[in-house]
């Protein structure tokens, strides 16, 4: 499952259309497509804009795997069966929501964001660190991409890196190191931090 | 040159990036660009050039080149269908615009490009 259509969710959502195996994506987000959207995520034209994002991603990519859904992720909502949940969202309350449910259902999910030139990506699993672990009880809302801007280009990267660590998750799950990958887009670099292996003791 | 109603909310989120800021979003839209490449990499990079405001054109080729006027390219090979070729290919591209950038705002290449902002 993919949480928000919107400038990682959508490259992101045409990229798990290369896994043949893949029998659902689920692509949740709220929010309707705006003019301002359209650099960062070129698969909406101007027609779309007022239409619900997922609705129209799902229709931009035409592949009957992709469903919509188009209510917010947050404390209520009722979640479907899934194996790993991508967060493509820009803000913490839906972090922690994806990961209250990955951990409720034993899985693990992918934290992915972008400003500016930088990215970070790091796949959490229940037992590892958790956000907490990473970015501390009370996460700072930081700079969103709608007051500090974004590159798309770094949007696109971030979104390969979260599916190179699904891919990786998928590949060789037993043996897994926590790593936080950052992403330097004036550089086109990519580099990670190894998480220390100690247990999470915020309950993941 | 200048930027009516719809292309500064358009284009509001990259001009917030300092390196960037709106001479630069006059420079990207004054700027033609060429991608050289395989399926599906040619038609993600022009997708993601041609939002960003440039002038792209395109021919396929077996290797990614893109050119950015006539002053900046970067090529890569062998891009891998899968999250690290995405990946790869956001941060080239990135890289590319950010050096672009670097040269056209320190004037390197004013002249190389006749559609400057003002001129
Ligand atoms: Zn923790």
Redo the contacts with the bound molecule.
């Keep these: 499952m993919v949480v928000g259509a919107g400038a990682i969710g959508s490259p992101l959502v045409r990229g798990l259309l290369w896994w043949p195996h893949l029998e659902r994506i689920w692509v949740a987000d709220n929010d309707r497509v705006e003019r301002s959207n359209l650099p960062r995520q070129p698969w909406y034209r101007v027609a779309d804009i007022g239409r619900e994002k997922s609705r129209a991603l799902a229709e931009a990519v035409g592949d009957d795997r992709v469903r919509p859904i188009t209510v917010a992720v947050d404390h209520d909502f009722t979640w479907p069966p899934v194996s790993l949940i991508f967060d493509a969202t820009d803000n913490w309350p839906a972090r922690a929501a994806i990961q209250r449910e990955a951990w409720r259902q034993q899985i693990p999910w992918i934290f992915a964001s972008a400003v500016r030139w930088e990215g970070q990506v790091a796949l959490l699993r229940p037992g590892g660190?958790?956000l907490?672990?990473l970015f501390g009880a009370h996460p700072t809302e930081g700079l969103r991409c709608f007051e500090a801007g974004v590159v798309s280009t770094v949007t696109l990267a971030v979104a390969g890196q979260a599916l190179a660590v699904a891919e990786a998750w998928e590949s060789r799950g037993h043996q897994w190191e926590d790593r936080l990958y950052l992403l330097d887009g004036r550089e086109g670099r990519v580099w990670w931090v190894r998480l220390p292996p100690k247990e999470?003791?915020?309950g993941? | 040159m200048d930027l009516d109603r719809d292309q500064m909310d358009l284009y509001s989120r990259q001009m917030l990036v300092d390196e960037i800021g709106f001479d630069g979003q006059l420079f990207i839209l004054a700027t033609p660009v060429h991608v050289f490449g395989p399926d599906p990499w040619r038609g993600w990079a022009t997708q993601y050039l041609a939002a960003a405001g440039f002038s792209v054109s395109e021919t396929p080729h077996e290797h990614v080149k893109v050119l950015i006027g006539d002053a900046a390219s970067w090529e890569v090979t062998n891009l891998p269908q899968r999250g690290e070729g995405l990946r790869d290919l956001g941060l080239g591209l990135s890289k590319l615009l950010a050096e672009w950038m670097r040269q056209v705002k320190g004037g390197d290449i004013r002249n190389a490009n006749s559609l400057g902002p003002g001129e």
């Design positions: 660190p958790c907490e672990c999470c003791p915020h993941s």
